[in-house]
């Protein structure tokens, strides 16, 4: 993993001073996988419950985690996650409803929330990263959730899995491939027939915030000088 870091940091454009200055660490790696923080740039996020993958289970997903292809690896270890294993602390609307209003608080004043969905056992979402460093993102939204969602179950310990697994998009198709993803994540899970009976999802609110989010997306565009 460190040979791949080290070579995407070789042909990957450096950050500039003032990126680095604001805690952006362009690629780097925590654990088992390689991360890109940086700013302007829209992530394919997915958070985790700390025994989503159990170690009592390693067997099943170990090898998952070494599998060269990256975009292999993301499809077989989001199958994995699929299944439910684990607690499933979000199954309960109280942590669903915390989980999705602590991601949204800041949606449109720190970063700009593409889509979403809270899952059993993860959180996908595709966020513009603004000013905002990815990793200081999730630090927050994990402490906050973590904190509060064990104060509603009245347990101590480890919510969240320490690591997150993230994607860069490239351009449009890739985004609202990533949309579709994660708005239909319930439908392949088979928790819903469609989309939108999924409570705890972008999309539910799809047709209000195309309506929104699109002057924003074209004014962006404008600026980039296309």
């Known amino acids: 993993m460190h040979k ?69 690896r993301r499809k ?16 309960q609307s109280a942590i669903a409803e915390l989980a999705e209003n602590a991601i949204r608080f800041f949606d449109g004043k720190r970063y700009q929330l593409q889509a979403w969905v809270i899952m059993p056992n993860h959180i996908h979402l595709l966020v513009d990263v ?16 973590g904190r509060e969602a064990n104060k509603v179950l ?8 320490r690591d997150y697994w993230d994607t860069l998009m490239e351009d449009e198709d890739q985004r609202k491939k990533a949309v579709h993803y994660i708005e239909t994540n319930p439908v392949k899970a088979r928790l819903v027939r469609e989309p939108t009976e999924w409570q705890w999802s972008s999309a539910r609110h799809r047709d209000v915030r195309s309506a929104v989010l699109q002057p924003a997306l074209d004014k962006r565009k404008a600026g980039d000088g296309g």
């Open 130 to 145: 603004w000013q905002t460093p990815l990793t200081q993102l999730i630090k927050s939204w994990k402490q906050f959730i």
């Open 4 to 72: 791949l870091v080290t070579g995407k940091q070789a042909w990957s454009e450096p950050l500039s001073d003032a990126a680095n200055a604001q805690g952006f660490l362009g690629w780097h790696q925590r654990g088992y996988l390689p991360h890109y923080d940086a700013p302007n740039v829209t992530k394919f996020v997915t958070l985790r419950l700390h025994n989503s993958m159990p170690a009592s289970r390693r067997s099943e997903w170990e090898a998952l985690l070494h599998l060269e292809d990256d975009r292999e």
């Open 154 to 161: 009245k347990r101590e310990g480890t919510f969240w899995e």
């Open 76 to 91: 077989q270890l989001e199958a994995y996650l699929d299944r439910g294993i684990g607690e499933c602390w979000p199954r």
